[in-house]
C-alpha cells in the first residue's frame, strides 16, 4: 500500500476540526415548563402589573391633588389682590380728601402767617390737625395675605420613618452580629 498518499480536503477537514457534530436543536422540540415553574411566573407577573398599576393609580391621585391645590392658591390669591385692590381704593379716596384738607390748611397758614415762620412748621402742623382715617399700610396687606408657610404633606413624615427603620435594623444587625 501507499503509505505516502495526500489526503483529500475533506479528510484535512477532518483532522482540523475533528468529526462534526450537529448540535442545532429539533426546532418543533420545546422543553416543558413545571407547574410550579408556571405559578411562580404568573405571581411575579401578577405582582409586577399589580404595582405598576399601584404606582399609576397613586400618581394619577397625587396629580389631581396637586392641580387642585394650584387652582385653590391661585384663587385665593386672587381674592386676596381683590379685597387689597378695594382697601386701597378706599385708603386712596380718605387720602385725597385729607390731602385737600391738609393744603387748605397749609395755605391759610401761610396767607395769615400762622403756626410759626417756616412752611415746615405749617405743613407739620396741618397734618397733626388732619390726620390719617385709616391706619394701613403695605406691611399690613402683607400680614394678611398670609404666613408664608409650605405644608410638605405626609411624605416627609413617611421618609423619615423608613430612614429611621433602616437605621434601626442596621444597628440591630450590627450589635447582633458582634
Not at 13 to 26: E, H, L, N, R, S
Amino acid at each position: 500500500m501507499n503509505e505516502h498518499r495526500i489526503p483529500t480536503t475533506a479528510e484535512l477537514d477532518a483532522m482540523v476540526t475533528g468529526p462534526v457534530y450537529d448540535t442545532a436543536p429539533d426546532k418543533g422540540v420545546r422543553p416543558k415548563l413545571s407547574t410550579r415553574r408556571v405559578v411562580a411566573y404568573g405571581v411575579a407577573a401578577g405582582a409586577v402589573l399589580g404595582g405598576g398599576l399601584m404606582g399609576w393609580s397613586h400618581y394619577q391621585q397625587a396629580e389631581a391633588d396637586r392641580v387642585l391645590a394650584e387652582r385653590r392658591v391661585a384663587l385665593e390669591e386672587r381674592r386676596v389682590e381683590v379685597e387689597a385692590e378695594a382697601a386701597r381704593s378706599v385708603v386712596t379716596e380718605a387720602d385725597k380728601a385729607r390731602e385737600e384738607a391738609v393744603m387748605d390748611c397749609v395755605d391759610r397758614g401761610k396767607s395769615e402767617g400762622g403756626f410759626g415762620s417756616s412752611t415746615a412748621d405749617v405743613i407739620e402742623r396741618c397734618s397733626q390737625a388732619f390726620p390719617s382715617s385709616v391706619a394701613f399700610n403695605d406691611t399690613d396687606l402683607a400680614a394678611a395675605e398670609g404666613s408664608g408657610s409650605v405644608d410638605l404633606g405626609g411624605g416627609v413624615l413617611v421618609a423619615l420613618v423608613v430612614v429611621g427603620a433602616v437605621v434601626f435594623a442596621k444597628r440591630r444587625a450590627q450589635s447582633v452580629s458582634d
